[in-house]
């Protein structure tokens, strides 16, 4: 059960901000709090990550991205007020009212998720042979991958019945092992492009991109909320969460998840080879592998019927996830070819 802070403490807290509580609501992991001078949020966050995230918030400020939810500082000047070992931060309700179209919100998540990342871009020095180990640490866990499946499916066929879980891995062992050639395939093309390479782009990463955390005021600008995860990184690490949770579920082609993608990629367009990796990462089978490895490990203890709709679920999500890969591979090639055809014609 989730802590609702007594009133004494709110009290105490609200202090540093001259403000005084007339009536608190309990919201989730936060405290919606009314006051003489307008509705805030209590948030309360982890001490050892609130230095970061703080440090975060501020340089996307001072950079002039003013797209987060303000964080208010004290009368003393602190965006954080530590009391009884915990840390605590305020930040003005937001009444989330763009109700409209889901279409133009997700767009414009996207569009500010790429405003955030161009903003913040820099690059970063790399050490070429701690990328070099690393490529090969992923080849040899994708061969590896890749001789699992293969073994169970030739002990799988070498029965004169399969249980239904066998038969069920037998049959869509095709795309699991089609999923994982494309992944290294693109990932083998991402190491040739950048192996001199010496530099890597990052920025600041949101860490908990969603759609719940971007909310619209009374304008219909929308807002990030939730920083908290906020850190520096390949811009893949927002993306990827997303597009997993959003792939998941029935079979669908999803143009309109490519659109949202694509209106991303217009404002903060991926370089070639990042472009590889991150279809090499959102390609990769991996949550049907991990479920395959569970019900052979588990031997006696195995749930069949259980792990056959989760071996089902992780087949609609990869089909799914193949439909936009193919979609993006199709149109960064022939992107690629009207480039080179451009080129062409200018010489």
Same mark, same amino acid.
């Given at each position: 059960?989730?802590?609702?802070?007594?009133? !004494?403490?709110?009290?105490?807290?609200?202090?540093?901000?001259?403000?005084?509580?007339? &009536?608190?609501?309990?919201?989730?992991?936060?405290?919606?709090?009314?006051? %003489?001078?307008?509705?805030?949020?209590?948030?309360?966050?982890?001490?050892?990550?609130?230095?970061?995230?703080?440090?975060?918030? !501020?340089?996307?400020?001072?950079?002039?991205?003013?797209?987060?939810?303000?964080? &208010?500082?004290?009368?003393?000047?602190?965006?954080?007020?530590?009391?009884?070992?915990?840390?605590?931060?305020?930040?003005?309700?937001?009444?989330?009212?763009?109700? *409209?179209?889901? =279409?133009?919100? !997700?767009? !414009?998540?996207?569009?500010?998720?790429?405003?955030?990342?161009?903003? %913040?871009?820099?690059?970063?020095?790399?050490?070429?042979?701690?990328?070099?180990?690393?490529?090969?640490?992923?080849?040899?866990?994708?061969?590896?991958?890749?001789?699992?499946?293969?073994?169970?499916?030739?002990?799988?066929?070498?029965?004169?019945? $399969?249980?239904?879980?066998?038969?069920?891995?037998? =049959? &869509?062992?095709?795309?699991?092992?089609?999923?994982? %050639?494309?992944?290294? +395939?693109?990932?083998?093309?991402?190491?040739?492009? =950048? +192996?001199?390479?010496?530099?890597?782009?990052?920025?600041?990463?949101?860490?908990?991109?969603?759609?719940?955390?971007?909310?619209?005021?009374?304008?219909?600008?929308?807002?990030?909320?939730?920083?908290?995860?906020?850190?520096?990184?390949?811009? =893949?690490?927002?993306?990827?969460?997303?597009?997993?949770?959003?792939?998941?579920?029935?079979?669908?082609?999803?143009?309109?998840?490519?659109?949202?993608?694509? $209106?991303?990629? +217009?404002?903060?367009?991926?370089?070639?080879?990042?472009?590889?990796?991150?279809?090499?990462?959102?390609?990769?089978? *991996?949550?049907?592998?991990?479920?395959?490895?569970?019900?052979?490990?588990?031997?006696?203890?195995?749930?069949?019927?259980?792990?056959?709709? +989760?071996?089902?679920?992780?087949?609609?999500?990869?089909?799914?996830?193949?439909?936009?890969?193919?979609?993006?591979?199709?149109?960064?090639?022939?992107?690629?070819?009207?480039?080179?055809?451009?080129?062409?014609?200018?010489?």
């Amino acid at each position: 059960m989730r802590e609702m802070l007594s009133l !004494q403490r709110i009290t105490s807290i609200l202090k540093n901000y001259q403000l005084s509580p007339n &009536y608190v609501e309990q919201m989730g992991k936060v405290q919606k709090i009314y006051t %003489s001078k307008g509705v805030f949020i209590l948030k309360k966050i982890d001490p050892h990550h609130g230095i970061d995230f703080i440090k975060y918030v !501020q340089t996307l400020y001072q950079k002039g991205y003013n797209r987060i939810v303000p964080i &208010y500082p004290t009368i003393d000047g602190r965006y954080a007020v530590l009391d009884n070992q915990e840390l605590y931060y305020l930040m003005p309700w937001l009444p989330d009212e763009n109700k *409209g179209e889901r =279409t133009a919100r !997700q767009q !414009q998540l996207f569009r500010e998720l790429a405003r955030l990342h161009s903003i %913040s871009v820099k690059d970063m020095t790399i050490n070429k042979e701690e990328r070099t180990r690393h490529f090969e640490k992923m080849i040899i866990d994708l061969d590896q991958e890749e001789e699992f499946l293969l073994s169970l499916l030739e002990t799988c066929e070498r029965k004169v019945y $399969m249980s239904p879980f066998e038969l069920t891995f037998v =049959t &869509y062992y095709h795309d699991f092992n089609q999923a994982l %050639s494309f992944s290294k +395939k693109r990932l083998e093309e991402w190491y040739e492009a =950048t +192996k001199e390479q010496e530099k890597v782009r990052v920025v600041v990463i949101h860490g908990k991109l969603s759609s719940e955390h971007f909310l619209f005021d009374e304008r219909g600008y929308g807002y990030f909320i939730n920083f908290e995860k906020a850190a520096i990184g390949p811009p =893949t690490h927002d993306l990827l969460p997303f597009l997993v949770k959003a792939l998941r579920g029935w079979p669908k082609q999803d143009e309109e998840l490519l659109d949202w993608l694509y $209106m991303y990629f +217009k404002y903060f367009p991926f370089k070639e080879e990042e472009m590889k990796l991150f279809l090499s990462y959102i390609a990769h089978p *991996g949550a049907a592998i991990k479920t395959v490895e569970r019900f052979f490990k588990d031997g006696n203890n195995r749930n069949e019927l259980e792990a056959v709709q +989760k071996l089902q679920k992780d087949y609609w999500n990869l089909k799914n996830t193949e439909y936009l890969v193919m979609r993006i591979d199709e149109i960064e090639r022939q992107k690629k070819q009207q480039q080179e055809e451009a080129a062409r014609k200018e010489q």
